[in-house]
């Protein structure tokens, strides 16, 4: 149970889900207009190097999560700074997807309910799923993610109904550059989020395959974000994927089969719920465990309780409101989480293979 | 509300700082400590009405001065 | 707990003190004060009709031993042999074991704890002048009951046999089962008083060493009274104590039993319980039933879905109804909203009270159906459902709807009798959950319970071991039962040692 090791199919599950996160109630691809499957594309094909990026990196350092490896690398009071700054990430990027679901439980059921509830509830779960470890965790998202699918593919099925091909066309019709910032911004949101993986997951060295793991759960991640993606563009059209908060709940609150099978969209927004619980709560160990090697704690689990007592609060002050939160989304996101999706990565990357390089010189001389 | 979130506090003070207490690691106990006394102090000026300030805010001016105009 | 090992050490140290002596007359007088006259121990004196100094007494507790048996093999042969010293050469108490003596198990034996042992167990003790040393003889009579099918546990088609309360007789229906020598039993006394008599049985080549060890382990850690029922054992020794779900599953039937054992399981059977312990236990077993096993495939499979739709149904049914009705009416059709309405008029209470209190009416119901006599039956089944369905919602105390979806439950929440103390909590939690915050807190209620689900463990076995890992070989006796022609492999996490079962059934298909 200590080892925090799990098995690759489990982290695959974990990985899938939490990229499934936010995506399913906020969209992908702001200002993608008729173009999102096209951006969601390219933009996988853009994160796949960086996948190799973190692959490689824990790859070369078994047994290691990455504020550990920062330490190896860099030694401890670099290591530690760069760890300070994928725990401020972590914790920045939980409290963002807390507050991205209290809003939308807020705003599409309970006005008046007090911003707290919702907060404290899934805040509650996410620390005792985080105190009970990532091996609980795997195990869970491996058979939850089943039955998300499963529930997603239902949905997109009854939508089909009111599907209009047209909606998708004309295509590139913003022109290239629009493409390409979209394309950016999908690849920040949710794609290269997975950069957190990195941080809580340690390989086993006989056990892990750590490409099949980011390799095969972004992919099929990528298809779930695709098939609900285009599933909104056919059912609401570019225009009202772009206006309106939540795209994925209006496309689900058009379905109306026989006159009896309607207004689903809560059954579906509860399920939802799944798959936020998962990436927040990813983003929470990531931080303890971040913390945990900072100070040299011997142990996260000690203190999940108040890391997730403060994340709850700051989902409270992240932002002030929800316009707040959809402007940081499409303006500012991408450019605060390129250093930690990117810049970090890459200069870790190589910093790797030169100690490989190194190590494997000294040991042939 | 409030009663409620204090309820919620004290229920973690029980289950965690206890034993905490119990095996003396008083390293933990201190980070512990810290995080908690914070975020409970957020709490309470939250419940009084207080409007803490966003941590993305400078954020997200840095990144507008850097990028040029938004959108 | 310091302070009651010390006491009870002292306690049954005293008698530890003492010893029997050669005199004959000295060892009674003894064994008198410490029974301190009881009058259902007998003392019967014996004299030989040859020798004139034999002198013999046997100690036994009245009603407890076979009296044919006690006149005929003990009484009439020790009176009328031969006991003279030319003819009883050697030791005397040898003598009497080997030659005068017909019981089928004698021992010698000169500890006092143990005699007393042998006497309250309803066997014979005989005391001899000139002898330091005790004979043991078993002569009890056999009072059981007579073997039934359990109740909780009704098959359709199948063995009908039932364990009851002695030991031996539980092991040899165990037994009778598997006869192979590979079957191991392991005899252990528990309960400082009461020392009871278990017995751990296992198949040598297909049970886990580790496991086997952790339970012999976690048994020794055991220091109590008495164990009065296999439950006593049971929570002393499982692996989540603090959670409604059971991680050591327990079965009053002798095939269930050898069919655990052949699938790598271990069985502890208790004197004096008819229920057997089998561990390590997978949530998936709360939904299966031998029944499955002895039908049809294809009723099997469905009758398990069944089983785990109902599960699920019982839990939910009370949270989701008072979710929709109280935070989401959108969700409801139509027609079916304006009918619940109406018959909610004038209710005085808001759902989530009268949910609560209906539950609670379900419950005693139900316990108060354990414990009433039955003549008893029909009057109070009358009162409920005439008195409390029919004019309690013509008063409008509580609504149709309501008493409909309570007595759902209730009917689903039997067929899976095994989990009922969980499902009663899992249920009331979901319900207060989602009056709190609808359907969102039904499904964090939902993800709270699968994520302490997933987090069990029984023996080292994670507890969900057939749902999260997706091993083919497992899932083909979850949710259905497939032909056996298929189920070629143990479960794989349960039969560390021998993965295939002897299971070629001389068909083509298999490969």
């Known amino acids: ?365 | ?71 | 707990m310091f302070r009651k090992k010390q006491e009870n050490a002292q306690r049954t140290g005293a008698s530890g003190d003492l010893r029997l002596t050669m005199s004959l007359d000295s060892n009674i007088s003894m064994l008198k004060t410490v029974l301190n006259n009881d009058e259902t121990v007998i003392f019967r004196d014996i004299k030989n009709i040859r020798q004139r100094s034999f002198r013999c007494c046997l100690v036994y507790i009245a009603g407890m031993i076979n009296g044919d048996m006690a006149n005929g093999s003990i009484l009439r042969p020790l009176m009328t042999a031969d006991m003279r010293p030319e003819r009883a050469d050697g030791d005397l108490l040898d003598f009497l074991c080997d030659k005068v003596i017909s019981s089928h198990e004698i021992t010698r034996s000169a500890d006092i704890n143990l005699l007393f042992a042998t006497l309250f167990s309803g066997d014979a003790v005989l005391l001899l002048d000139g002898c330091d040393e005790a004979l043991l003889i078993c002569c009890r009579e056999m009072r059981e009951r007579a073997l039934e099918e359990p109740e909780l546990e009704r098959v359709m088609r199948g063995p009908k046999a039932g364990f009851n309360e002695s030991l031996m007789t539980s092991l040899l229906l165990i037994r009778q089962r598997l006869k192979t020598q590979d079957l191991k039993f392991k005899f252990r006394e528990l309960g400082v008083r009461s020392k009871t008599r278990i017995c751990i049985c296992y198949i040598d080549t297909l049970a886990s060493d580790g496991i086997l060890k952790e339970l012999e382990s976690r048994l020794d850690k055991i220091n109590v009274d008495g164990i009065i029922a296999a439950n006593y054992i049971e929570e002393r020794i499982k692996d989540s104590p603090l959670s409604p779900f059971k991680t050591i599953g327990n079965t009053e039937r002798p095939d269930v039993v050898a069919a655990k054992l052949l699938e790598g399981r271990i069985a502890v059977v208790v004197d004096g319980s008819p229920s057997v312990l089998t561990l390590p236990y997978v949530f998936m077993e709360y939904f299966q039933s031998p029944d499955d096993y002895y039908n049809n495939y294809w009723f099997a499979s469905v009758n398990r879905l069944l089983r785990c739709l109902s599960e699920f149904f019982t839990s939910s049914i009370p949270a989701i109804y008072v979710a929709l009705v109280t935070y989401h009416h959108e969700m409801i059709p139509t027609q079916l909203l304006l009918s619940i309405t109406a018959a909610r008029q004038n209710v005085p209470f808001p759902t989530i009270i009268e949910a609560l209190i209906l539950l609670f009416i379900l419950e005693v119901i139900r316990e108060a159906g354990i414990r009433m006599p039955s003549p008893m039956g029909q009057a109070v089944s009358i009162v409920g459902t005439l008195i409390l369905g029919q004019a309690a919602i013509d008063a409008r105390l509580f609504s149709a709807p309501m008493i409909v979806i309570v007595a759902a439950t209730g009917i689903t929440g039997l067929i899976t009798i095994k989990l009922k103390g969980a499902t009663t909590i899992i249920r009331l939690l979901l319900l207060l959950l989602s009056s709190f915050m609808g359907l969102y807190g039904y499904i964090f209620g939902v993800i709270g319970a699968t994520i302490h689900l997933f987090s069990m463990r029984s023996f080292g076995v994670s507890y969900m071991t057939n749902f999260g890992a997706i091993y083919s070989v497992d899932l083909k006796d979850t949710v259905i039962r497939a032909p056996w022609w298929y189920m070629k492999y143990r479960p794989k996490q349960m039969a560390f040692k021998n993965q295939i079962r002897q299971n070629t059934t001389g068909r083509e298909s298999d490969s």
């Open chain 2, 1 to 71: 509300m409030f009663l409620f979130c204090t309820l919620v506090y004290a229920f973690f003070v029980f289950t965690d700082v206890v034993p905490l207490v119990q095996n003396k690691k008083w390293k933990v106990l201190a980070v512990y400590g810290v995080i908690f006394i914070t975020a409970y102090v957020f709490t309470v000026l939250t419940e009084l009405g207080v409007q803490l300030p966003s941590p993305l805010t400078p954020i997200g001016d840095l990144v507008a001065s850097i990028v040029g105009s938004t959108g």
């Open chain 1, 1 to 365: 149970m200590n080892k925090e090791v799990i098995p690759n199919r489990q982290a695959g599950a974990v990985m899938t889900m939490f990229l499934m996160g936010s995506t399913l109630i906020l969209g992908v691809g702001f200002r993608a207009g008729q173009d999102v499957w096209l951006v969601i594309i390219i933009a996988g094909a853009a994160v796949a190097p960086f996948l190799a990026i973190y692959a490689r990196i824990l790859a070369l350092f078994p047994e290691q999560n990455l504020y550990q490896i920062l330490n190896t690398l860099f030694g401890p009071v670099a290591g530690r700074v760069l760890s300070l700054l994928y725990i401020w990430y972590a914790f920045s990027l939980g409290a963002m997807v807390m507050r991205n679901f209290q809003e939308f439980i807020n705003i599409v059921s309970f006005p008046e309910t007090p911003i707290f509830v919702p907060i404290m509830m899934m805040g509650l779960v996410c620390i005792w799923a985080v105190k009970e470890g990532i091996e609980v965790l795997g195990r869970w998202s491996q058979l939850m993610f089943i039955f998300l699918v499963v529930i997603i593919a239902v949905v997109i099925a009854l939508s089909m109904e009111d599907a209009d091909i047209d909606n998708m066309r004309p295509v590139a019709y913003s022109g290239f550059g629009a493409i390409m910032r979209s394309t950016f911004n999908v690849f920040s949101f949710p794609m290269a989020e997975t950069v957190l993986f990195m941080t809580v997951l340690r390989m086993d060295r006989e056990r892990n395959n750590p490409h099949y793991i980011f390799f095969m759960g972004v992919l099929i991640g990528l298809i779930v974000i695709l098939m609900v993606s285009v599933r909104n563009l056919l059912v609401l059209g570019a225009d009202l994927t772009e206006n309106v908060y939540f795209p994925p709940y209006v496309a689900v609150t058009i379905i109306n089969i026989g006159n009896f099978l309607q207004r689903i969209e809560v059954t579906v927004s509860v399920v939802f719920l799944f798959s936020g619980f998962v990436k927040i709560s990813i983003c929470l160990m990531s931080a303890c465990m971040g913390i945990d090697n900072l100070l040299g704690l011997g142990g996260y689990r000690q203190i999940v309780a108040p890391v997730g007592l403060l994340l709850m609060i700051t989902t409270c002050f992240i932002y002030k409101n929800i316009m707040e939160m959809s402007d940081f989304a499409f303006n500012v996101y991408s450019y605060y989480a390129f250093p930690f999706q990117v810049v970090l990565p890459v200069a870790v990357w190589i910093a790797a293979e030169v100690r490989a390089r190194r190590a494997l010189n000294a040991s042939e001389s």
